[in-house]
């Protein structure tokens, strides 16, 4: 794909060779001109001929051929449009396949103690009319550049320079538990005992209280986040990409073979859209999370890189585009192998021969296709997936499914060639245009130099947009205008990569420091019932001090009395989980003991 840059009216494009349909078409108007030059010198005395006494029947011949090489050109544009769409469907069903699974996976037994706090846990919260309005705060960064760096997420790392981890500690391989809690702290709503330049995830609140350094570290959350930190690394160097092993630490497994399976799949149905040569297989390579991006335009490529599939000349390079030698198998192929696709974590010898022992590219894409559908139907029954029930795992297949509804779709484009009788006759009736406009322009033309120019512009604009069609029919192996495969698997590896970072960080909020405020809440319900049945009842007291003291003490019994409700609801719940176990265990115990007697 050729990415250009639009400047002052595209002047700029105009000097692009490679790649370019003009230029191609320049060259059938070169020998319209030299055509028109030997009519004119074939009329003697300057006479004009009388060969063609009514020249709007050319002029009919070329309005014909017009309409057909526009119906040509706007279906080749078609196939191209539907090929990049059916491509970028494919590639989000894989994708949301993949997110599924990986969410599902984070909800599974194995993050029991990780997992943050939920919200129906704490509906009581309510009460308090919280907000979840993010801010940010910092001391040393101008209020100027904080205006505009809080838009965009591209500067957070301008923002927030400082590593957490100290990279001398990450070296030796012994972090800290003073540089983990430093990584707590910008995780868990700050407090005034904290001293950070970010703030994250506070929750506006005037009746917010703050909890004690004790409590703090003792606090259910900072466990939590302590093992977020642990079981996913890349949260101890938020400077680097989500895939970064500090002290050799890796992400789970599951989801490590999860985003290789899901790279592995999109790799391979795109490989199979490009390469159409039989006998030849399409590469594939490593891919390591934060390198550049591939390029997408083959002329931004290094040079040895270059060397590889075009020739060390331009001219000589040029030449071959026109004339069409570089789209031979030959060629083709080099190009593919010059340029593989790259997948996370590599590939395997074993995975490389079963590839190779499915015959077609449709078999490839499929046995792709089943190791992914079984590596999340066996993860699924083995309770990789939480409780999620299976009906729901079934859309992750029905994802994939339609993953593979598109890829076909781009497969139609690209193994079903444009239709024959139409380029037959397009091609045929475009070379009629390169003697006829000539004629025409003889005809119409006065001076040599208007008849020559009209003649090279007319012919030129209808070669052209043949070439223009004849480019986009195939939208991913005529190169350099092909789809830039390489890149989009880049970007597809490089989203998977976001399953390493764990739950959100602003997740990670602590309802124990809330629950003071809830108490209060709940004292002055007490005491403004209190007031009300007094009112009520009438009662009056004059000594106004001994009032005050008669109502705090019921306020206080109140108070007091409500916990005591909430501590015995809390302990019935208790034992009746209790009780519900031990009937379990006698149960089992009874079926066992059947079991031994039917022995």
């Not at 009216?9 to 003009?22: C, D, E, K, P, Q």
């Not at 002290?247 to 199979?272: D, K, M, R, W, Y």
């Not at 205008?481 to 590896?493: D, F, G, I, K």
Request: aromatic share 10%; glycine share 6%.
């Amino acid at each position: 794909m050729i990415d250009y840059f639009k400047g002052v009216y595209g002047i700029n494009l105009l000097f692009r060779v490679y790649g370019s349909a003009l230029y191609k078409g320049s060259i059938a108007g070169i020998f319209a001109v030299i055509i028109y030059l030997l009519i004119e010198l074939s009329n003697s005395h300057g006479r004009k001929s009388d060969n063609l006494d009514h020249p709007y029947g050319v002029g009919v011949l070329i309005s014909s051929v017009s309409l057909l090489i526009i119906f040509r050109a706007n279906f080749g544009y078609q196939r191209y449009w539907e090929g990049v769409g059916a491509v970028q469907h494919a590639m989000s069903k894989f994708m949301d396949a993949t997110m599924h699974s990986a969410v599902f996976h984070l909800q599974s037994k194995e993050y029991d103690g990780i997992r943050p706090p939920s919200f129906f846990d704490h509906d009581n919260l309510n009460k308090l009319n919280l907000t979840r309005d993010r801010r940010r705060q910092t001391e040393d960064v101008s209020s100027f550049y904080m205006e505009h760096a809080m838009k965009s997420i591209v500067d957070m790392e301008k923002v927030h320079s400082d590593p957490i981890v100290d990279e001398s500690s990450v070296a030796s391989g012994n972090v800290k538990r003073s540089s983990m809690r430093t990584v707590i702290d910008t995780i868990v709503p700050p407090s005034p005992l904290r001293k950070e330049r970010l703030q994250r995830s506070v929750w506006n609140s005037t009746t917010k209280r703050h909890m004690s350094t004790e409590e703090v570290e003792e606090s259910d959350v900072q466990k939590r986040a302590m093992l977020n930190f642990n079981t996913f690394p890349s949260l101890q160097v938020p400077n680097e990409n989500f895939a970064s092993r500090p002290n050799g630490q890796t992400p789970p497994l599951f989801l490590q073979e999860l985003a290789h399976i899901s790279s592995l799949l999109c790799a391979v149905t795109l490989s199979t859209l490009r390469n159409d040569i039989e006998d030849k297989e399409s590469l594939l390579d490593v891919y390591s999370p934060g390198s550049p991006w591939p390029a997408a335009d083959p002329d931004k490529l290094p040079k040895d890189t270059k060397l590889r599939f075009q020739h060390r000349s331009k001219l000589a390079t040029n030449i071959f585009y026109f004339l069409g030698l570089d789209r031979l198998p030959g060629k083709r192929n080099m190009y593919n192998v010059c340029r593989p696709l790259p997948v996370l974590g590599g590939v395997s010898d074993c995975e490389i021969q079963y590839l190779r022992m499915a015959r077609g590219p449709y078999a490839k894409a499929e046995l792709a296709f089943h190791w992914f559908g079984a590596f999340v139907i066996r993860e699924h029954l083995n309770g990789s997936m939480g409780d999620v029930h299976s009906a729901i795992i079934s859309r992750i297949v029905q994802f994939v499914s339609d993953g593979q509804l598109y890829y076909n779709q781009a497969r139609k484009i690209m193994f079903i060639p444009f239709p024959f009788p139409h380029a037959q006759l397009s091609v045929f009736f475009t070379l009629t245009m390169i003697p006829a406009v000539p004629f025409l322009m003889d005809q119409y033309c006065n001076n040599l130099w208007s008849g020559c120019i009209l003649s090279f512009l007319t012919v030129t604009c209808l070669v052209g947009l043949h070439e223009v069609a004849r480019e986009l029919e195939h939208p991913f192996r005529n190169v350099p205008n092909e789809v830039p495969l390489c890149t989009l698997q880049a970007m597809y590896n490089e989203t998977l990569v976001t399953m390493f970072s764990g739950y959100n960080p602003d997740f990670f909020w602590d309802p124990d420091i809330y629950n003071g405020a809830l108490h209060a809440m709940a004292m002055s319900k007490v005491y403004q019932r209190s007031c009300s049945n007094e009112m009520k009842n009438g009662e009056t007291n004059r000594d106004g001090v001994g009032g005050s003291v008669q109502r705090s003490e019921n306020v206080a019994q109140d108070a007091t009395a409500v916990a005591d409700d909430e501590i015995s609801r809390a302990v019935k719940e208790l034992q009746d989980v209790l009780a519900k176990q031990a009937n379990e265990i006698e149960e089992l115990e009874r079926v066992l003991d059947s079991e031994e007697v039917e022995g």
